[in-house]
């Protein structure tokens, strides 16, 4: 219960600090006419996205990206590498309206961090091929991926979700709120998950679960581990969907 409590805490911090940096910023529509343009990066084994823009990471050479939205627009959305990490925002001190949807289109040779802030979508027709990759959602954007990685590891703080299959050895993730975590066609060995408020989580799991719920959210298993440790506090469940 005080982990709840404290999870509730920094969320409602979180929104609070959202909500004053959104009425000091300047608002700018879209006008409606869609271009593309073409911007050069440098390399970069991880996503960072914080907006309304959707994202679809496609196998390639980094090097380019292609931003696709209205034209009016674009010049406010901000993309730099730092620390390895492709950073895409829109530019401090504005807020864009848009009409039209913004698309941008991201290769990868390699990734091992995808992270959502916002309102977003990221998804891709290809695998990801790791060993080890992170996945987080922050807010109310969906992740949708398939993956092939000795570790993965998900997180979702808000109201977000995540949808992830393939295949992994060792899967850790973890929900704060309302969001939800669909990894049922995510084959797992090992799978330890936790829950603190409303969200779900369902998992795939051959060996060996470990699930604690604090709250009202519930997880759901399917396969036959061997080995099962589980724990509920609240009115959530472990549920086995055999």
Same mark, same amino acid.
């Given at each position: 219960m005080k982990k709840?409590?404290?999870?509730?805490?920094?969320?409602?911090?979180?929104?609070?600090?959202?909500?004053?940096?959104?009425?000091?910023?300047?608002?700018?529509?879209g006008n409606g006419k869609v271009t593309t343009e073409i911007r050069k990066t440098t390399n970069y084994s991880g996503l960072s996205l914080a907006g309304n823009f959707d994202v679809?990471?496609?196998?390639?050479?980094?090097?380019?990206?292609t931003l696709k939205g209205e034209e009016n627009l674009l010049k406010y959305i901000e993309t730099k590498v730092k620390r390895g990490v492709l950073k895409i925002k829109v530019k401090k001190g504005y807020r864009i309206s848009?009409?039209?949807?913004?698309?941008?289109t991201v290769p990868y040779k390699k990734l091992d961090k995808?992270?959502?802030a916002g309102a977003g979508d990221i998804y891709s027709n290809s695998t990801i091929n790791s060993d080890n990759i992170a996945f987080s959602v922050a807010g109310s954007g969906n992740i949708d991926l398939a993956v092939d990685a000795q570790k993965v590891k998900i997180s979702v703080a808000g109201s977000g979700d995540?949808? $992830? +299959?393939?295949?992994?050895?060792? $899967? +850790?993730?973890?929900?704060?709120g309302s969001g939800d975590i669909n990894a049922y066609g995510l084959k797992t060995?090992?799978?330890y998950?936790?829950?603190a408020g409303s969200g779900n989580i369902k998992t795939t799991v051959s060996n060996k679960i470990k699930a604690s719920v604090v709250g009202s959210g519930s997880i759901y298993y399917k396969g036959k581990p061997d080995k099962i440790d589980s724990s509920a506090i609240g009115s959530g469940k472990v549920i086995d969907r055999n």
């Amino acid at each position: 219960m005080k982990k709840l409590i404290i999870t509730s805490i920094i969320l409602t911090l979180s929104f609070s600090v959202q909500a004053q940096s959104w009425w000091n910023t300047k608002k700018v529509r879209g006008n409606g006419k869609v271009t593309t343009e073409i911007r050069k990066t440098t390399n970069y084994s991880g996503l960072s996205l914080a907006g309304n823009f959707d994202v679809e990471l496609v196998k390639g050479t980094t090097g380019n990206i292609t931003l696709k939205g209205e034209e009016n627009l674009l010049k406010y959305i901000e993309t730099k590498v730092k620390r390895g990490v492709l950073k895409i925002k829109v530019k401090k001190g504005y807020r864009i309206s848009r009409t039209q949807k913004i698309l941008i289109t991201v290769p990868y040779k390699k990734l091992d961090k995808v992270s959502l802030a916002g309102a977003g979508d990221i998804y891709s027709n290809s695998t990801i091929n790791s060993d080890n990759i992170a996945f987080s959602v922050a807010g109310s954007g969906n992740i949708d991926l398939a993956v092939d990685a000795q570790k993965v590891k998900i997180s979702v703080a808000g109201s977000g979700d995540i949808k $992830l +299959k393939g295949k992994t050895v060792d $899967l +850790k993730c973890s929900v704060a709120g309302s969001g939800d975590i669909n990894a049922y066609g995510l084959k797992t060995n090992n799978t330890y998950v936790s829950i603190a408020g409303s969200g779900n989580i369902k998992t795939t799991v051959s060996n060996k679960i470990k699930a604690s719920v604090v709250g009202s959210g519930s997880i759901y298993y399917k396969g036959k581990p061997d080995k099962i440790d589980s724990s509920a506090i609240g009115s959530g469940k472990v549920i086995d969907r055999n």
